[in-house]
């Protein structure tokens, strides 16, 4: 569970204070699908940064799964974001010239996992979005919603309690977006996963069961969606 009280965030970039967060209050109970909106520089980015464990607050209390996080070091940050965050980005963030499988196989933790092990479980990853039969091929052989589906398989394979997606549709046309949705919303009522993403697209954010809405660093409105969009079911492997 995220609990986050007061948070606040502030740059200071020379004698320029940058108020990125100002007081934001919310809780997110596990296996919540949420979608975060908003303006450009309203703060999202930075919002889902420290839901990541990526960055701290300035101000304010985070606490996920029960652990005050503000009281962590680096490396305890590191080893939490490990564990329990799944990142989805964007512009997918993929190795060029690295094969769907090494790129899910990289941010593998378990230290102690033979490769074997470690290839199976990026394996199944990448079966799980529907990839089984693009394994080998790289980033740059690869349409843009499968290689938004590879990340999301990188981003589930150490199995995270939680998937932060910064604009995962936004790079994507609008009917590869709802598929992107698809998945999201089949791996949070399959696995129970906590889905938190980021969207400028009003119709991407009905595919969630509740809108955050932030405005200049604060939350302006926090609403359930009782009959959020179903995008159907995952579409299966290609063969
Ligand atoms: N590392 C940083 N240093 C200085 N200022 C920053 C930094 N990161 C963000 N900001 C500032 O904080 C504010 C919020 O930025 P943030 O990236 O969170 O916005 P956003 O809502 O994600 O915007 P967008 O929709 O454009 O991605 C902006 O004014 C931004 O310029
Ligand atoms: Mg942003």
Redesign the pocket.
Known sequence: MIVAENLS?V?T?GENE????DGASFTINEGEMVAIM????????????IIGCLDVPTDGRYVLDGEPVESLNESELAQVRGRKIGFVFQQFNLLARTSALENVMLPQLYAGATMKERTERAKKALERVGLGARMDHNPNELSGGQQQRVAIARALVNEPSIILA??PTGALDSKTGVEIMSLFQSLHRDNGQTVIL?T?DSYVARHTDRIIR?SD?HIVSDEKNPSPIKAGAARDEEH
């Open positions: 965030k740059f970039m940058v108020r990125a967060l908003g303006p450009s520089g309203s703060g999202k980015t930075t919002l889902m940064s910064d604009e980021v400028h932030l660093g």
